[in-house]
């Protein structure tokens, strides 16, 4: 049985912090992960002693810090999240960024109920729906097939749990792009930002878009100050976008 995969981010860890000593403290309502970043600036603009009047606080130095661009220190604060129901495609495209650490899990095909995930477009049209759910069945079955045959290739000297799973690797060669998988992904709030920002732009497929509404939610709480701009997008597909723009 194939059916519709539902899309959940749960976040697994947060930055915290020990504040050093010394005459600078963070404001009493900033989160751990604004106190980071404004502490990293702070060090390197020299004005953990001698804050302007204009930025003393962190919510204000933040705001300075978004003004001026400098998403840059928005590395110092991490956050982990677990992702179930996207897509491998999807899933691939988080992969491949360079500023993120990606776990994945292995789509499970032999599952008794195979979770995909279905672009709207098709999933409001039934005739297309049930075309496209007969196509996973299909392809399920071509990966049964698969490693049915593979497991049946027995060498001289059998290694049976190892070449069970080089069976089932190379029969994932099947595997459709749009069955679902889960993963679990730790990044920068600047990886976070971009992530949401470009994902949730108007030029974005539907499940990156739906992605960034997932994050913004989940993601918002651990650093209000440093998400302010960023918003769902109100009408038509869900998405997230920037005042400031792309960064």
């Not at 600078?24 to 953990?48: D, Y």
Request: hydrophobic share 45%; glycine share 6%.
């Amino acid at each position: 049985m194939t059916r519709q995969a539902r899309l959940r981010v749960h976040l697994l860890s947060q930055p915290t912090m020990t504040t050093p000593e010394g005459p600078w403290v963070p404001e009493q309502q900033a989160t751990a992960a604004e106190a980071v970043v404004e502490f990293a600036g702070r060090v390197e603009s020299g004005s953990l002693e001698h804050p302007r009047p204009r930025t003393k606080g962190t919510a204000a130095y933040l705001r300075h810090l978004q003004e001026v661009a400098r998403w840059d220190l928005l590395a110092h604060a991490t956050a982990t999240v677990y992702i179930t129901g996207l897509s491998r495609r999807c899933a691939e495209v988080l992969a491949g960024r360079g500023d993120m650490t990606v776990t994945r899990a292995t789509p499970a095909m032999q599952e008794q109920e195979l979770e995909v995930v279905i672009p709207p477009m098709i999933a409001q049209d039934e005739s297309l729906r049930d075309l496209f759910l007969r196509s996973m069945d299909d392809a399920r079955f071509a990966y049964e097939q698969f490693v049915e045959a593979l497991d049946a290739q027995k060498g001289e000297e059998r290694n049976a749990v190892w070449e069970a799973w080089q069976a089932r690797q190379a029969a994932q060669a099947v595997a459709p792009a749009a069955v679902a998988t889960s993963l679990v992904v730790t990044a920068s709030m600047r990886a976070w930002r971009q992530v949401m920002v470009g994902f949730g732009a108007e030029h974005a497929d539907s499940e990156s878009r739906a992605l960034t509404v997932e994050l913004l939610r989940i993601l918002r709480p651990v650093a209000p100050a440093l998400f302010v701009d960023l918003e769902e997008v109100s009408g038509g597909e869900p998405g997230v976008e920037s005042a400031y723009g792309m960064d």
